[in-house]
């Protein structure tokens, strides 16, 4: 991914108490990240800008939807709630408000992570919404309006036992999510390790990210990499099983992806972004689910297709 690259009930730290919080998962044992528990977005609705209605190819309003493809394994940022049918996080937040500016009503649809482009490419989705980095490569294929900044974070069991050393992974089990920049980037890491006659690094790439953060919690692996807000909340809500392991590294933006070449429904989409920031509903929403942390990740303006190095 991507970070989540080529390349989600809340307990995050320091939200204020009109922050939902969200039930700490680990019944059992299991480690894995509470599927929810989150009460519907109490966000205002954000009201339609006509201007930017305007834009929005007719194809696209006809139906009075937009429909979004999103990878519900990936909290805060895309996951089910409870009842195990209703989307909920921070780009759920974002997608039904940028839905609004538009007039429109957001539709989340639950895909695999690496079939939601080829779904865009296909006329499947209208929008892709799925902590989504930007880099080049994607570019290619899809235009991308930024929305959030995120980096990698490394996350270890409590105390770090395995003696983890981030700089060298060289024999470790190690997991990401499949179809990301970590896998691309332990991927990268096991070269170097058997160029240098080191042990391989016995990477375990799974579909959901939530699969990843039980494999950690129940031992089957000893360190996982995936987006900074995803390792955030991970370990707040395993209850103290995990630990953040080094800083934040590789920082770049996410981006709601649309197919390219759309011309004004991509000034919409930016346009609609921008005027969430202003507005001040951005931020609410960013806090909503990172917490005071989420501050450092906000944008200030929306961009398509930025150059971010990557």
Request: glycine content about 10%.
């Amino acid at each position: 991914m991507i970070r989540r690259t080529h390349t989600r009930a809340l307990a995050l730290l320091g939200l204020s108490a009109s922050v939902v919080v969200l039930a700490a998962c680990g019944a059992g044992g299991s480690g894995a990240p509470s599927p929810g528990g989150a009460a519907p977005s109490d966000a205002p609705a954000a009201a339609k800008d006509d201007a930017l209605a305007k834009l929005v190819p007719a194809g696209v309003a006809s139906d009075g939807k937009l429909v979004i493809g999103s990878d519900a394994s990936y909290p805060p940022n895309e996951f089910y709630d409870t009842d195990g049918q209703t989307f909920v996080g921070m780009d759920v937040d974002l997608g039904k408000a940028v839905a609004q500016k538009l007039g429109l009503t957001a539709e989340f649809q639950n895909s695999a992570f690496g079939a939601i482009l080829l779904g865009i490419g296909s006329d499947k989705y209208e929008l892709g919404m799925s902590s989504f980095t930007i880099n080049a490569e994607r570019e290619k294929s899809v235009d991308l309006v930024s929305y959030f900044n995120a980096g990698t974070k490394a996350a270890v069991l409590k105390g770090n036992p395995d003696n983890v050393n981030l700089d060298d992974l060289c024999g470790k089990a190690v997991g990401t999510q499949k179809d990301t920049v970590q896998e691309e980037d332990v991927t990268a890491r096991n070269k170097k390790c058997q160029a240098e006659g080191k042990a391989p690094i016995a990477l375990t790439a799974l579909q959901a990210q939530t699969d990843v953060t039980l494999a950690l919690t129940s031992k089957r692996i000893v360190a996982m990499l995936a987006d900074s807000p995803v390792v955030n909340y991970a370990v707040i809500q395993t209850n103290g099983q995990l630990e953040q392991l080094g800083n934040q590294y590789e920082a770049a933006p996410y981006g709601i992806a649309l197919k390219k070449g759309q011309g004004d429904f991509t000034k919409a989409v930016q346009g609609a972004v921008q005027a969430l920031i202003e507005d001040g509903s951005y931020g609410k929403i960013v806090t909503k689910w990172n917490g005071a942390s989420g501050t450092d990740s906000a944008i200030k303006t929306a961009q398509v297709n930025p150059d971010t190095g990557q």
